[in-house]
Structures are given as structure tokens and as C-alpha cells.
């Protein structure tokens, strides 16, 4: 199993700024993935995340609004550029084997955008 | 392409009483099959999960879910359920799409549980 941590773990923010948000294991992982929970709406994955190459963006997200960094085993941030209020979300970070495998999830990053 | 139906967007049970959420998916072949539990403030917790073999899944904390490719459904069972089970539950299918395995879930059911 695998402990996450993600900073902050809430946030209100104005439209137009950008927010990084911090997701930390407690031990070295290869895979790491980010989801998206809207409002009424179930988990989309955003993109995966391995250490030493580009992350792999679901079709919808791209790199320019939600650029992600994977500087080493443990750690891994998100950042939600130029947003409006439809980012307004519970964001979360994910480790695992790979997505047949079990997911071990962070508690979640609560973003509202005014 | 896949996708994953929850119908019951809220369920209220009490407790000691017996449990099914329902969980029907879309997908040309057997999927990967997982039901996830998320508590207030908590992130997702795995409770089980089918793969292939045995269609009865017996999970954590007393939950089992039976896979049922005739009705293309994986519903989440708990003969007596405990105020602790209040939470939202997720089920999630994995299948190849454009050529690589992604992961689908449901929009959730939210359990509340009354003494």
C-alpha cells in the first residue's frame, strides 16, 4: 500500500491565476496519476505521470492548462492554469502499478474558482 | 468506448440491514472491474476488484460484488451494514480504448446509513 499527501487541500482562488497543487508518497512509485472530481460528476483522469518522461494527457486535457511535473519517485504537482470557475473541482492524485492495477489515492485538492 | 452506470445517486439504508449497489457497465469484452469507497476528507479505498475466474469478489470490510456478464453488471453487496459504511461508493471499469487500457468510473452512490 502507499500513503499520499496532497497540498493544499483546499483553495479558493480568482479567475485568471493559476494553482499548483502537491501530491507526495510515502514510498517510490512509478506511476502516478491525476484525476479531476466535478461537481456531480464521477473521476476523470486527467493524465499519468512517470518520472523522466512527459506525462500522458487523457483527450480533453492538454499540457498548456494543466502542466504537470514528476521531479522523482515520490513526488509529483499539478498545476490548473489561467482558471475560470468551470476548474472549480476536487483534484486527485493516484498511484499504481498501472490502471488495472489497485489505485492508491490521495485525499484530494478542493479548488473553487471565483 | 466504455462506460460505467451507477443509477442510484443516493441510497439510505439502517443499519443491520442488507446492502446492494448496482453497477452496470458498457464494454465489448470482460473488463477489469474495482468498487472504491471514499470517506468524508478521505481519498478512494479499494475494496475489491475482478479480474477473471471466480465471479463472486469478496472484498474488505465485508463487502462482495458478483460479476454477471449476462446483465454486463459488478453490483456491490453487504448482507448488514454498519453506520461506518456511510460514504460514496465508485465503481470503475478498465478496458482497451484506441489501443490502451483506460480507466472509467461511475458518478457515484452516496450511502447513508440511519441507526
Known amino acids: 500500500s502507499a500513503v499520499i499527501s496532497q497540498k493544499p487541500s483546499r483553495d479558493i482562488c480568482q479567475r485568471g491565476t493559476s494553482l499548483t497543487i502537491q501530491c507526495q508518497v510515502d514510498?517510490?512509485?512509478?506511476?502516478m496519476f491525476w484525476y479531476r472530481q466535478q461537481p456531480g460528476q464521477s473521476l476523470t483522469l486527467i493524465a499519468t505521470?512517470?518520472?523522466?518522461?512527459?506525462?500522458?494527457?487523457e483527450s480533453g486535457f492538454v499540457i498548456d492548462k494543466f502542466p504537470i511535473s514528476r521531479p522523482n519517485l515520490t513526488f509529483s504537482t499539478l498545476t490548473v492554469s489561467n482558471m475560470s470557475p468551470e476548474d472549480s473541482s476536487i483534484y486527485l492524485c493516484?498511484?499504481?502499478?498501472?490502471?488495472?492495477?489497485?489505485?492508491?489515492f490521495g485525499p484530494g485538492t478542493r479548488l473553487t474558482v471565483l | 468506448a466504455q462506460s460505467v452506470t451507477q443509477p442510484d445517486i443516493h441510497i439510505t439504508v439502517s443499519e443491520g440491514a442488507s446492502l446492494e449497489l448496482r453497477c452496470n457497465y458498457s464494454y465489448g469484452a470482460t473488463p477489469y472491474l474495482f468498487w472504491y469507497v471514499q470517506s468524508p476528507g478521505q481519498g478512494l479505498q479499494l475494496l475489491l476488484k475482478?479480474?477473471?475466474?471466480?465471479?463472486l469478489v469478496q472484498g474488505i470490510k465485508g463487502f462482495e460484488a458478483e460479476f454477471k456478464r449476462s446483465q454486463s453488471s459488478f453490483n456491490l453487496r453487504k448482507p448488514s451494514v454498519h453506520w461506518s459504511d456511510a460514504a460514496e461508493y465508485f465503481c470503475a471499469v478498465v478496458g482497451y480504448s484506441g489501443g490502451y487500457q483506460k480507466v472509467t468510473f461511475g458518478i457515484g452512490t452516496k450511502l447513508q446509513v440511519i441507526p
Open positions: 514510498s517510490q512509485v512509478t506511476m
Open positions: 475482478y479480474f477473471s475466474g471466480d465471479t
Open positions: 505521470a512517470n518520472q523522466g518522461s512527459e506525462a500522458t494527457y
Open positions: 493516484s498511484v499504481g502499478q498501472g490502471v488495472t492495477d489497485t489505485q492508491y
